[in-house]
């Protein structure tokens, strides 16, 4: 375990600096700070709450939308929050950028703000810090990522290979078997997952794989446009999104076009937002459960402050059957 | 939601004859009892609890030792009931074995001992209430089980595939090319699990997957007996066990042939019992944190009676190098 002490030797300071630094005192100089909280998170110091001071956690938001109950990540935050603030702790919600990343280590970062551990929401693989939550010491929860080997890490997420499978045992079920993806690109560890689980339950129903059923595309309204023609004419008859906003956009462009859905195109989404129960027509997707990721999000940060070491949390991802899917159109 | 209503017009008796079935009353006779109470689990009913009736859950425990501090259960026990006996559950521990499972239905047995949930420890895939897992109404906790696509079932357990890993990469470190497993038989998921495991891990390091190099067999002292000497003649240079007391075994047998731990031979155990740190030589094996698995079992009982749907809970399952791994022997 470091101690102040070590991270004085290291520096050639005094313990006191060192306190001071860690402490935010106001008689020590901006760059004496953040000597010592560079040097404090190379060596791994994990900041113990000083007694008396606040118990804060921090949730990290990269690329997700929150503010509002219509929003993906809006129900994440609360579940969490609901859950920690009735043991005390303080939350703040921190968006951050790439750019941010790359100029502040996590480490620091979290140092400085005396946070005593962090949940973790939205990063893609390309987010510098996932290089740090690699080897970090601090209690860090991630929201579909997975880290391997490191203890201070855990993950929680959606059991997507079976929401998947019972998606497409739906889709065998109404008669399908040309069956489509949209998604956003695979630079992200759980759109990854959504893929090789598309593909698996294709081959457990004995359906063809083709990569001209796959489209994937950063953009939403653009791949969109530009992959539901191309897969209606390669005979696809139903279509899974990565995410319920593709699905949505999905709708817009297909009422354009006049093909009606469901009766020339089943399409089914992921997420279950709130506004899937009031789409035209109502949009068969598979369920997250928000709230509860959030409390699982908290349950696992407590189990890491407290040294449980745990790797993963998975909830079931039920499919909720509407409208939007039905039989296959007859060749 | 089925109701008393239900399972009264069901049996053509009336509602205070099931009301008093399902709550134990003396003027009832034990065959009404008995018909009532199958006929409500069959229909799916759940019990409620009755306000003012003790709040209980139980242990179901087959096939595993937990009375003392040195068995494997013990401490799953523990971590379970220390959390649910401070949220004011009563904690009932309930033996059982096979023949008892197929003389009483399991939704029998919850509804007429008022329990509201299980944790299920050590069974195997013979079970015969394994079968009934698939499709029941209980909020169930399976350690080192899963049941696909039902939102009333849990697992938790430890990440068998991260931690057999850990312990291939430990022995390919030490220049062994030729790794054994002795195992008990593929008939429990667990047991399963690890044997992919091990070949996934295998083949990761790109290692020989030979059958000559694996044993697998029910009776711990006979098959090291059978399995130690015959994958020491295959050249085989250090061995996985599937718990640690076939570890402990081996070393008993190694003893007696003159085999030297870890000069000759390098064995791994997997569970972390507490005498592993005492053997001659200290076992190096694979942790699971036992009053963790118990914690996270609670957390997930919680879970499901709150109609959260957790699909699994897995601890990490680091490697604790001790003393009976070493440098392979050269040819």
């Known amino acids: 375990m470091i101690t102040i002490s070590d991270i004085a030797a290291q520096l050639g300071v005094s313990k006191s600096t060192v306190s001071k630094a860690l402490n935010n005192a106001t008689d020590i100089s901006a760059s004496m700070r953040k000597r010592v909280l560079e040097t404090a998170a190379e060596m791994g110091y994990i900041g113990r709450r000083i007694s008396g001071a606040q118990k804060k956690l921090c949730i990290l938001i990269e690329n997700m939308d929150y503010e509002t109950p219509n929003q993906f990540g809006h129900d994440i935050v609360q579940g969490f929050r609901q859950m920690a603030e009735a043991d005390g702790w303080i939350i703040e919600v921190v968006p951050l950028d790439m750019e941010f990343q790359r100029l502040t280590p996590y480490g620091v970062f979290m140092l400085d703000h005396s946070y005593q551990a962090a949940f973790v929401l939205g990063f893609s693989l390309l987010d510098p810090w996932m290089q740090e939550f690699k080897s970090t010491q601090i209690p860090t929860v991630l929201y579909d990522n997975y880290i391997k080997n490191n203890p201070y890490i855990a993950s929680v997420g959606c059991d997507n290979q079976e929401g998947i499978e019972l998606a497409v045992k739906h889709l065998t079920e109404l008669g399908h078997s040309k069956i489509g993806l949209i998604s956003g690109p695979l630079d992200s560890y759980i759109l990854k997952a959504r893929y090789h689980a598309y593909l698996s339950a294709l081959e457990k129903y004995g359906l063809e794989i083709n990569e001209d059923y796959i489209g994937l595309g950063y ?9 539901i023609p191309k897969l209606l004419d390669n005979g696809v008859t139903a279509i899974l999104f990565s995410h319920d906003v593709r699905a949505f956009s999905a709708m817009t462009e297909c009422s354009d076009r006049g093909i009606q859905i469901p009766r020339d195109l089943s399409i089914i989404g992921f997420d279950d937002l709130p506004m899937t129960a009031y789409t035209t027509p109502p949009l068969t997707t598979i369920r997250q459960d928000r709230i509860g990721l959030g409390r699982c999000g908290y349950f696992a940060t407590g189990c890491l402050l407290n040294s449980l070491p745990i790797g993963s949390i ?15 159109p007859r060749e």
């Open 219 to 227: 953009f939403v309204a653009e791949s969109t446009r530009t992959y």
């Open 314 to 328: 998975l909830l079931r991802a039920p499919l909720i059957v509407r409208d939007s899917t039905g039989p296959a």
